[in-house]
Every structure is written in C-alpha cells, then in structure tokens.
C-alpha cells in the first residue's frame, strides 16, 4: 500500500501546473476549462492565467490520480467527481462525455486560518452592531439560516457564528463534504459519503440526521441544505432542538424561505403544503443574507426575522438590518452602509435574561420610526 505522504506528494506533482495558486493564500478558488484555459479568483473577481496543462492526458491523468486517492470512480460510467485535496480544499470535476469540451474541474480552497467576526469586520462586511445582535441571537438559541448566492461567503459566515456558541454546548456538524471550521471544543464531525463503485455504502445527509438526533446535540449545524434533508432540519428546530444554523443557497430572505419549501418538498413524507410552510416560518428565526457586490466585496446585506406564516399573503418577515447602497467611488468599490431598519427583534426580552444587550442604534432608529 503507498503511504499516504507520497501520495499526496503524487498528487500535488500532478497538478503542478495550478501549485502555484494552490499556495497562493490569495486565490479562492481555481478554475480549469480543459489543459490550457485556467482561471482564479481573487478578491472576488475572476483572472484568466498563462497557465497550461501539457495535454489533455496531464489533465485527464491528474483527475485519475486524485480519484483514486479518495477512493472514488472516474470514468465514462462514472464522469463527476466530488473530492478534496490533502490540504482539504474541495474538488468539483467533470469528464467527458458529461463534459464535451473537455475536463471541467473546479477547486475551491480551503484555508487552515480560520475567518474570525473581527476579519469580518475588518473587510467591511457588517458592521460591529450587526456582530453585537448576531451575538445576541446565537446566544438564545435562535435558529439562523445563512443565505447567499455561490461565493458570496456563506460558509465562512457560518463559521464565524459558530464562534458565538457557548464552549459548554455539544454540537453536531452534518456536511456533504468537509468544509466547516468550528473552533469549539465539543464537536462531532460527520460527512455524508456517495455509494461505492457497486452503489453500496451511500451515507446521505438525511442519514446522518437521523442518527444525530439520537446523539444528544445541544446544537445542530448543516453545512448546506440541499435536498429533501431540509424537512428533517425544519422539524427538528420545532421539536426543541433550537440554536439550529445551516446554509441555503438564495439571493434574498424570502427566496430562502421559498427555496426551503422547494426542498421540503423532495422528502419523501406527506405533508400538505400549507401545513409545511406554517411548520417552516415556525422554525426559522433567523435569515442572514450575504451577497457578492459588483466590485467582488462580499458582504451581510440583511438581517431578517421570521414573523410567521399568513394563509393570503404567505411568509411575514421583518427587516431587522438592512444594506444600502449609494453608489461607487473613483476605484469602483461600491459604497453602502449597513443600518438598523428600527424593528426590535421579538427575541429582546430572552436576550436580556442572557444578561446581553442589544446595540444603542437599533433603540435610536426604533425612537426615530415612532
């Protein structure tokens, strides 16, 4: 059997062409569109490179190598491969004849520094208000969904919340692939796994719910809500399993709530629709948007409560903060401002019996709307 050291030496030979970018803390993701097209990104914005694979073989040669270090298939029977790097950074491929053109491979980095809310608040992304009620509503066991379109932070915002539960809670982190950087003392890591060559051995999301249910969670965290796993996370939030966070890919609060439905919908269990959306508005709490701006920033763009669900005009929510855009300076950077709207969470008083508080401008724009 070959070490696993010179494996991943093997590997990262067989991508030389890209190692550059690999090492490169500035580069979030690579994108390589057959041997001599390959792309990156940095500070949210996409760059074409003069880098090049020798040939279609290099290529298709790497992406068989990297297979079989997870253990996966990679054929014409079997052309898309989900895998990760020694380093854990996430490996999406596709082959012909899925992919005509060419290998289609897109890798997203992963980095071992872990994004922090003072980061955050460093970039611009939100202001030190909106950390201060995000704070406040992680701390009572609120139940939040990150929302936000492919790269627009979502998994590294969940992170960062994560940082917000107590150190004396256990939680329970359900991923699809291992992306998650919980710096908590007291977690349990579980990853679904796709079936083996013969279709055995499939562990699903839905799966791993289950059994985490039985495994005395203070906290449950979905890497991302995909599929019909999405029921079994919203009843599992009204059955006193609070304090609940999960990504959803969406553009805004109410597409979240949609899409959750949407979902929802693919279980297997029987529930009339009117009855699941009263269900959904009862579970989710929270709505965290995130988004990418023109200029590549990523940033928090609202904060929204869940008021509930009205049978003629549907889900009720409430901004609580909410971005506003005044245009863009000489450089192209957009200008916004991240302000309280002067809705008070309904959550104020279990805040307060936490002996926190929320920020002096959420009451001084609440005074300004009476």
């Known amino acids: 059997m070959i070490p696993k050291e010179v494996f991943e030496q093997t590997i990262l030979k067989f991508f030389a062409p890209i190692r550059e970018f690999l090492d490169d803390a500035s580069v979030s993701e690579v994108m390589i569109n057959g041997p001599t097209e390959i792309y990156i990104e940095q500070k949210g914005k996409l760059y074409k490179t003069s880098a090049a694979f020798p040939s279609h073989e290099a290529l298709m040669s790497a992406l068989r190598n990297l297979a079989q270090f997870v253990g996966r298939p990679l054929d014409v029977e079997h052309p898309i491969l989900e895998a990760r790097f020694p380093d854990g950074s996430r490996v999406e491929a596709v082959i012909p004849?899925?992919?005509?053109?060419?290998?289609?491979?897109?890798?997203?980095?992963?980095?071992?520094?872990?994004?922090?809310?003072?980061?955050?608040?460093?970039?611009?992304?939100m202001t030190q208000d909106a950390a201060e009620v995000l704070e406040a509503v992680v701390a009572c066991k609120q139940n939040i969904i990150v929302a936000g379109g492919t790269g627009s932070g979502k998994t590294s915002l969940l992170n960062c919340l994560s940082s917000y539960i107590p150190e004396d809670q256990r939680v329970v982190v359900i991923e699809d692939a291992r992306e998650l950087q919980l710096q908590l003392p007291h977690v349990v890591q579980m990853e679904a796994q796709p079936p083996d060559p013969r279709g055995k051995g499939q562990i699903t999301i839905r799966d791993l719910f289950k059994a985490t249910l039985r495994m005395r969670p203070d906290?449950?965290?979905?890497?991302?809500?995909?599929?019909?796993?999405?029921?079994?996370?919203?009843?599992?939030?009204?059955?006193?399993?609070?304090?609940?966070?999960?990504?959803?890919?969406?553009?805004?609060?109410?597409?979240?709530?949609?899409?959750?439905?949407?979902?929802?919908?693919?279980?297997?269990?029987?529930?009339?629709?009117?009855?699941m959306r009263a269900q959904i508005a009862s579970a989710i709490d929270f709505i965290v948007q995130t988004s990418r701006l023109l200029d590549g920033s990523r940033c928090v763009t609202h904060i929204t409560e869940v008021l509930g669900y009205d049978l003629?005009?549907?889900?009720?929510?409430?901004?609580?903060?909410?971005?506003?855009?005044?245009?863009?300076?000489?450089?192209?950077?957009?200008?916004?401002?991240?302000?309280?709207?002067?809705?008070?969470?309904?959550?104020?008083?279990?805040?307060?019996?936490?002996?926190?508080?929320?920020?002096?401008?959420?009451?001084?724009?609440?005074?300004?709307?009476?």
């Open 312 to 370: 003629r005009e549907g889900y009720q929510l409430g901004d609580v903060f909410i971005r506003h855009y005044l245009g863009r300076d000489e450089s192209g950077a957009v200008i916004s401002e991240f302000v309280p709207t002067g809705r008070m969470p309904r959550c104020v008083e279990m805040i307060r019996a936490l002996g926190l508080e929320l920020p002096a401008s959420m009451y001084q724009a609440a005074q300004a709307q009476s």
């Open 219 to 275: 906290r449950i965290v979905v890497g991302e809500i995909r599929s019909g796993e999405a029921l079994e996370l919203i009843q599992a939030m009204t059955s006193g399993h609070g304090g609940c966070l999960s990504t959803v890919h969406a553009t805004y609060p109410i597409d979240t709530l949609n899409r959750l439905e949407t979902m929802a919908m693919m279980s297997d269990v029987d529930i009339p629709l009117e009855a």
């Open 97 to 125: 004849p899925a992919s005509p053109d060419g290998p289609s491979v897109s890798i997203r980095r992963f980095f071992k520094d872990t994004l922090t809310i003072e980061k955050l608040l460093s970039f611009g992304s």
